[in-house]
């Protein structure tokens, strides 16, 4: 079958919306750490749409992607030119648009000097990242770079051939000093409630082990805005490809499937230029923060709650999930009450239309989002989602809105044990998954579960004083659904818990 490149651009019959710019005038201006779907469907669909504006100095925005880790979309993009579609499915249909400001996919492992080398050039004015919670290479509970993670020894032991997105960035910026030249601006956008200034700290706190000058000049002289994001991008699937080869008679290996809402909220505090994404609907503001939790506490948070809740039950997308009329209600009241309470919605923010919305979006059929995606990676996510308003809730009400965020522990808990209710294993895709699954094995009295669980601190930090207050919540959703299973335990527990 024909791949999409820019010859086979020319001749599709279908009409598609395509890049109306000059693709090969495109220079690097941004490079992007962790070239994967969601980039290519969220950051990189934002600077198309301003490409095609063809504003001055446009062609100064292309992007250079960087995988950290396989060469899939490398491999994907290069036998199409960096060409690419983006569909999109929402209650008035499916859109397709074809995607062209990706000019080149680098591996780090196979091209570190030429990353390297774009990485200190005069041109990049920015590097963004989304590597997801676990790309940091930190400890989640404090915060701080993890100086016994494996790659982060490597990295330190040879900061010039770097393998992690902190050691790439620190490694170009040491270039960049030495050079004479101004530095870049560091764009994190991964779901992270201080995602700029987390970045910032685990950049200063590793240069500061090869070269305290180094880690100086960095705190004076890079910019690390926090932003917002906002999208649905589940991993494509084969028979999401096989559909729009028979749409198009053309096969496209790195297309993306996507939801119709996109939102970007970004600090206006870079440091070298940057492009007019204000221009294509990005709001850019002084103060991110309060977008920030309103997302990763009433989306990101209810995501997570529907993910383990929804796998346990055996729902595989989160579509599917939002079917049952209990798992649905469950969303909604964390919304409203447990995680909502904790959230300020900014000026002119309509809260309860968003609540709404996300409703719609997690029941769109179309996405086929699968939970065991969402469900991945749970010791790097439950500190940025559940922890944050549980602590605000205890501090504030004591016991009385807490219990569905017991209930989201309880069922991350359950999911740890690695063993569904029928008996069958499967694989927590968890930096700490063996641990996860030794402390949370089945055979084991929950309260134990519970206890050692809280007691560690690369999740739940040195301050866990305040998890006694909810370890006996925690314990009885925990044991029920060990026992009875996350449909029936909802059904009967639930009205208590609306009351």
């Known amino acids: 079958m024909v791949r999409l490149n820019n010859a086979t651009l020319k001749t599709l019959e279908t009409p598609i919306d395509q890049p109306s710019y000059d693709r090969s005038q495109l220079q690097t201006g941004i490079v992007h750490l962790g070239v994967g779907a969601f980039h290519r469907a969220h950051q990189a669909a934002y ?18 992607g960087v995988s950290l880790r396989s060469p899939a979309v490398r491999d994907q993009m290069h036998a199409q030119d960096g060409l690419y579609i983006v569909v999109e499915r929402g209650a008035g249909g499916e859109k397709l648009r074809i995607m062209g400001p990706i000019t080149e996919v680098l591996i780090a492992a196979q091209d570190r000097e030429h ?20 790309g940091y290479c930190h400890d989640p509970g404090s915060g701080n770079l993890n100086f016994s993670h494996p790659q982060i020894v490597a990295d330190l032991q040879n900061p010039t051939a770097p393998q992690t997105c902190v050691g790439f960035i620190v490694a170009a910026l040491a270039r960049r000093k030495s050079q ?21 700290n685990i950049a200063i706190q590793f240069a ?30 084969d028979e999401a490809r096989a559909a729009l080869q028979q749409q198009l008679t053309l096969r496209d290996e790195a297309m993306v499937v996507t939801e119709s809402f996109n939102q970007w909220v970004i600090q206006d505090t ?4 940057r492009p007019a994404w204000e221009k294509v609907g990005v709001l850019m503001v002084d103060d991110v923060a309060p977008y920030k939790a309103l997302k990763l506490r009433l989306l990101n948070g209810s995501h997570s709650l529907i993910a383990y809740t929804g796998f346990l039950a055996g729902y595989e997308t989160v579509s599917e999930a939002m079917s049952d009329k209990n798992l649905r209600q469950l969303c909604g009241l964390f919304m409203d009450r447990d995680a909502g309470e904790t959230v300020l919605a900014p000026e002119g923010f309509n809260l309860e239309e968003y609540k709404k919305q996300l409703i719609e979006r997690f029941s769109n059929p179309g996405l086929k989002h699968r939970t065991a995606q969402i469900a991945m990676d749970g010791s790097q996510k439950i500190p940025q989602r559940i922890l944050p308003p549980l602590r605000q809730q205890l501090s504030a009400t004591g016991n009385n809105h807490v219990q569905i965020l017991c209930l989201a522990l309880a069922a991350w808990l359950r999911f740890c044990a690695g063993v569904d209710q029928h008996g069958g294993t499967y694989s927590l895709n968890d930096p700490l998954e063996d641990k996860l699954k030794r402390l949370c094995d089945l055979q084991k009295d929950s309260s134990e579960v519970v206890d050692d669980v809280f007691a560690l601190p690369e999740i739940f930090g040195d301050d866990r004083d305040y ?20 449909l029936l335990t909802l059904a009967e527990g639930l009205p208590y818990v609306a009351e």
Do not use: H, Y
């Open 47 to 64: 600077t198309d749409a301003l490409l095609n504006l063809q504003l001055p100095d446009w062609q100064s925005w292309g992007i250079t």
């Open 115 to 134: 990353i390297l080398s774009l990485m200190a050039a005069t041109a990049t004015k920015i590097i963004t990242i989304t590597v997801t919670e676990k």
């Open 180 to 200: 004479g030249l101004a530095s870049f601006t560091v764009l994190s956008c991964d779901n992270l409630p201080d995602s700029g200034g987390l970045i910032r």
């Open 208 to 237: 500061e082990r090869i070269d305290p000058s180094l880690a100086q000049w960095i705190a004076e002289n890079t910019a690390f805005p926090n932003a917002m994001i906002d999208r649905i991008v589940p991993a494509t699937t």
């Open 270 to 273: 870079f440091c070298n230029g």
């Open 467 to 486: 998890l006694q207050a909810v370890k006996s919540n925690v314990v009885f959703w925990l044991d029920n659904f060990k026992r009875r299973g996350v």
